[in-house]
Every structure is written in structure tokens, then in C-alpha cells.
């Protein structure tokens, strides 16, 4: 059975850090690539990052550039999203997901997580 599992979330202040971890399992995890998406209330799911477990290729919005950094641990089938300098704007439900290699949309991956909540108060 595949799963992907986030964890890590939780209140924080702005300024502030949190880190998410996307713990995989049921399938190849060299072979894939997780994103990190997000969607706050009333607003459109947003690609936040993405790494390819097979090169180590990254990938960041333009939001979250100099502030996330993502990383795998491919011995632990884990993608950790080290997310720094929180503001008021990143909280959001964060979910990972998994596929081929990196998409722009959500829809585009094989897998997906039950999403952990990040709440960042001013």
C-alpha cells in the first residue's frame, strides 16, 4: 500500500520556523519525485517545492525562495520541508506528494498526503 505521511506542523509566530517531514512508503522512493504544496482558506492550492529523489534537483516558488529549504533522506523515505522566517501568509494546510518528477499541479502526482496544518500568527 502506498502512503505518504506529513508531519511536523503545527502554531508558530511569525519569524518563526517549523519543519515538515513527508515520510513515504509502498513504492520506489529513489526513483520519485515529492513536491511540498499548500492551500490556505478561500485560496488555490499553491506548489511550494519540489525535489527529485533521484538527482536531488530542487525547486521553490518565488514566495518561499531563501526562507524553505526542502531535503531528502532517501535511506529514511523522507522529504523534510525546513520552512524559516514564517509569515502570517504561509499558514496553510501543506500536503506532499509524490510522482515521476516534478509537476507544476497538484493533479499531475501519483500519490498524495493527508496534509498537515501550518498556522503562523502575526
Known amino acids: 500500500e502506498v502512503q505518504l505521511v506529513e508531519s511536523g506542523g503545527g502554531l508558530v509566530q511569525a519569524g518563526g520556523s517549523l519543519r515538515l517531514s513527508c515520510a513515504a512508503s509502498?513504492?520506489?522512493?529513489?526513483?520519485?519525485?515529492i513536491g511540498w504544496f499548500r492551500q490556505a482558506p478561500g485560496k488555490e492550492r499553491e506548489g511550494v517545492s519540489c525535489?527529485?529523489?533521484?538527482?536531488?534537483?530542487?525547486y521553490y516558488a518565488d514566495s518561499v525562495k531563501g526562507r524553505f529549504t526542502i531535503s531528502s533522506d532517501n535511506a529514511k523515505n523522507t522529504v523534510y520541508l525546513q520552512m524559516n522566517s514564517l509569515i502570517p501568509e504561509d499558514t496553510a494546510v501543506y500536503h506532499c506528494?509524490?510522482?515521476?518528477?516534478?509537476?507544476?499541479?497538484?493533479?499531475?502526482?501519483?500519490?498524495w498526503g493527508q496534509g498537515t496544518q501550518v498556522t503562523v500568527s502575526s
Open positions: 506528494a509524490g510522482g515521476s518528477w516534478c509537476r507544476a499541479r497538484y493533479s499531475d502526482y501519483d500519490y
Open positions: 509502498g513504492f520506489t522512493f529513489d526513483d520519485y519525485a
Open positions: 525535489i527529485s529523489s533521484s538527482d536531488g534537483s530542487t
